[in-house]
């Protein structure tokens, strides 16, 4: 009686599910799971999600760089841009909001195809083999926060002077082409920046001037310009968020000039997609960014829109490691998911939906159907 088709609980007493789950030793004294719980106030152990392991605190396995407490605070909109003040909304929204304008995000790069995979971002939910209860509507959890919604306003990805886009969100080998072939179109109709002059402020005081300009051919040029932007792209821009691989990234010493003889080292001694070589790029790590904290539970921000995200997520004001789990604790939600008519419901059927169904044995069919009888 307690069921309601295959998944959802009818609004039984915690009693119900009282009769198992206050001495799960008695059934399986191997089990894993909490053995005596007898309501959400009693006996309940913490969200797996918060549970230490091993001695260890829990941690978010993300590999993605993020200071909530710096993006709370004052902070400026792009390396020029004016002081904005973010809030919650700016970046975290319910998936029936998705769609709506983003005030920090950017509409090229929301409306780009990228090369990586739904795996190579978001973690899988669910644990102990039991399968991720799924939501049903589109306002129950937040959606994945992305580049190109949240971060493309202020984090630009621009890496030459002469241009004013950036290269795409994706992954080095993509960057790489579009940067090559950004530079060869650029060069094929400014020929005339072939032959480069000298900086004067490169040269040192004491020095015998040598050369002040050098002429170089296009294919030489193109990958000089893509070999210095590949290093402000690898280990400034793109490192800022993201885990690089410690590969050993390319020598730029091309489009610097030679102190001793003030000249151009040769792409072909230093970029390696020069003169027909393979390019040895970095490998970006799985950003691994976990959809749902609560797999095997049932919540919906929709229900809690009255209330401010601070509230329940107090710490991510103070929060400087992308490693540390926001989500609220138990406690959080006994504020107000407690026994009583002055709060709100707490009792099991609340968050939990019954079992694992994906277990079920199936029955034998042994009856028959009688036959149909006429009246004559």
């Known amino acids: 009686m307690e069921h309601r088709g295959r998944v959802n609980l009818v609004a039984t007493k915690n009693q119900s599910c009282a009769q198992c789950h206050s001495d799960l030793s008695a059934a399986n004294r191997d089990s894993t799971y909490a053995k005596h719980i007898r309501s959400f106030a009693d006996g309940h152990p913490e969200f797996a999600a918060l549970r230490s392991v091993a001695g260890k605190p829990a941690n978010d396995s993300t590999t993605i760089k993020l200071n909530h407490a710096l993006h709370m605070r004052l ?12 809030d919650c909304g700016d970046c975290h929204r319910t998936s029936a909001s998705a769609d709506t304008h983003w005030e920090f995000g950017d509409e090229n790069y929301a409306a780009a195809m990228v090369a990586y995979t739904a795996a190579q971002q978001f973690e899988p939910g669910g644990s102990r083999g039991l399968p991720t209860k799924q939501p049903w509507s589109d306002r129950q959890l937040m959606a994945p926060v992305k580049f190109a919604n949240a971060c493309a306003g202020c984090h630009l990805l621009t890496f030459d002077k002469r241009f004013d886009e950036g290269v795409p969100h994706d992954n080095p080998k993509v960057i790489d082409a579009y940067l090559a072939k950004k530079f060869a179109g650029y060069i094929a109709i400014h020929p005339a920046e072939l032959r480069e002059m000298q900086d004067p402020q490169r ?4 020095r015998v001037a040598g050369p002040v300009a050098r002429t170089v051919s296009a294919g030489q040029w193109v990958a000089e310009r893509v070999t210095v932007a590949e290093e402000l792209l690898w280990h400034k821009t793109c490192a800022q968020c993201h885990a690089i691989s410690v590969t050993p990234l390319q020598d730029v010493k091309i489009a610097r000039w030679n102190v001793v003889g003030e000249t151009r080292v040769s792409a072909a001694e230093s970029h390696p997609s020069a003169e027909g ?4 790029l970095p490998v970006i790590a799985a950003a691994r960014i976990r959809l749902q904290w609560l797999p095997h539970a049932r919540f919906d921000h929709d229900a809690h829109t009255g209330f401010s995200c601070k509230s329940c997520h107090q710490n991510a004001a103070r929060s400087t490691e992308s490693s540390d789990i926001l ?15 002055d709060h709100a419901e707490s009792r099991c059927f609340e968050c939990h939906t019954y079992h694992d169904w994906a277990q079920r044995k199936e029955v034998k069919a042994t009856f028959t159907l009688p036959a149909l009888r006429s009246n004559p």
């Open 75 to 86: 902070i400026r909109r792009g390396p020029t841009g004016p002081m904005v003040q973010l």
């Open 203 to 206: 040269k040192l005081t004491g």
């Open 277 to 280: 070589v393979e390019s040895k």
């Open 327 to 341: 989500i609220p604790g138990i406690a959080v939600c006994q504020k107000c998911h407690a026994q009583g008519s």
